[in-house]
């Protein structure tokens, strides 16, 4: 299921490359979103270890910034104790993690309940699969961090 969400995200890479090569941090990303068609394709893991390796870490890196910069705001908010928290920030540390853990998900728990976001169930079992190009898209993920941000 690598669509939760059944939209796709179209990066236009040139102006923010722009700024970066002019030594400027961008300040927006020129993005168009889609419904999801049957020409959409998930790159096959060939591509994932060679050409889409800076893309996986650019975007990986980026949700664990967006994660650990509110993670104090959540557990103020909701709690330590991340069994009593609204799916969607369930799934952020979820996601988060398998992000730090190489892309793969890494539940060490295996007594934890299944946390379920947009139709997308994850727990123990599903340890070592593949997330970005895998569970999700990366408008899935951009779609999860919107989630997350409405909570808090």
């Not at 980026?62 to 104790?81: C, Q, V």
């Not at 139709?119 to 898209?137: C, E, I, P, T, Y």
Request: hydrophobic content about 40%.
């Amino acid at each position: 299921m690598p669509n939760v969400t059944n939209q796709q995200i179209r990066f236009f890479p040139h102006d923010t490359f722009a700024e970066l090569w002019a030594r400027r941090w961008p300040t927006e990303f020129e993005v168009e979103w889609q419904p999801l068609d049957n020409k959409c394709t998930v790159p096959d893991p060939i591509r994932l270890s060679g050409e889409l390796t800076y893309t996986l870490e650019l975007f990986s890196g980026s949700f664990i910034l967006f994660y650990d910069g509110i993670e104090s705001e959540i557990r103020a908010k909701y709690s330590d104790n991340s069994s009593t928290w609204p799916s969607e920030l369930t799934m952020g540390r979820i996601i988060r993690n398998a992000f730090a853990h190489g892309n793969t998900f890494e539940i060490r728990n295996p007594s934890v309940p299944k946390t379920v976001w947009r139709g997308l169930a994850v727990d123990a079992s599903n340890n070592g699969q593949r997330v970005l190009f895998g569970a999700l898209g990366i408008a899935d993920a951009i779609i999860l961090m919107e989630d997350i941000d409405k909570l808090l």
